[in-house]
Structures are given as C-alpha cells and as structure tokens.
C-alpha cells in the first residue's frame, strides 16, 4: 500500500499584496484595481470574440504627471496610445505568485477624488482603460522572466 503524496493546502490570496507596472512609466504606487469583466459575445463577428470592461487603477496623487500626461495624449491624438499592463500578485514574501497583462489598454477616463477642507484623506487619481485583450500569467512564467531579465 502506498501513501498517497498530499498536496500542500491552497489557501485564497490576498488581495492587498500586488504591484501595477504600466509601460514605459516607473512606479505608480496603485491603491486599487478593479479588473475588466470579460465576456464571450453572444452572435461574435467571428468565433470567440471577446468584449472587455474596463480596468481601473488608483493611485494617491502625487507630483508624478505620467497617468494624466498619458489620458491628456488619448484625448487630443488620432490614435491614442496604447501600452500593455501587467499586474502582479505578490506572496507574503513579495515574489511574484500570478498576475494579468492586458494589452492595447488605452485611457478613456481620468478622475480625481474630492478636495474636503475637512477631511484628512489623500487625493486620489484614477485611471479607467479600455482593455484590447489580456491573458493570465502563471507563476512560472513570471519565474522564467525573472530568470531571462538577469
């Protein structure tokens, strides 16, 4: 009789421990994000179409110009520019355990929050982005990348 190999216990991620990269921006320090729903369409134009919401980052505002500077060119450009977002999920250990890249994302909206002379809260900038496509990254890969980068 063999005993049967248990396989660790899979406990749910958090949700506090991830980090935005947008394309050719440093840093943007996110708050939240708020993943696009994705659906298959119904009668697709061609066989698995697919419709995405938008993905929407927040960030407390800073001196840093680059989210606004990137919706300003969206909105005055005849082909607004697109970058590809990776977001990560992180370990308690901050490694990299899954994430998402979503492509062709372009800005559509750009909000800040309230001011309240009342109030002691940060200022917060969001950005909302029309998502293209985007796919899952498993560990592995994220691994892979580590490795080839170096």
């Known amino acids: 009789m063999t005993a049967a190999r248990a396989d ?3 406990s749910p991620f958090a949700n506090m421990r991830f980090r935005v990269e947008i394309d050719g921006m440093a840093g943007t320090g996110a708050l939240e994000v708020i993943f696009p729903e994705a659906r298959i369409v119904a009668q697709p134009p061609k066989p698995g179409a697919v419709r995405y919401g938008a993905l929407i980052v927040k960030r407390g505002l800073t001196t ?5 500077e ?7 450009a005849r082909r607004p520019p697109k970058r590809p977002v990776r977001i990560l999920l992180l370990d308690e250990a901050g490694i990299e355990t899954g994430g998402w890249r979503f492509e062709e994302t372009t800005p559509v909206a750009y909000q800040l929050s309230p001011l309240n002379a009342l109030g002691n809260e940060p200022v917060i900038e969001t950005l909302e982005l029309a998502v293209g496509r985007f796919e899952a990254l498993a560990p592995q890969a994220l691994a892979d990348g580590r490795r080839s980068a170096t």
């Open 8 to 10: 660790p216990p899979r």
């Open 70 to 76: 990137w919706w300003d060119a969206a909105r005055s």
């Open 64 to 68: 840093a110009r680059d989210w606004y």
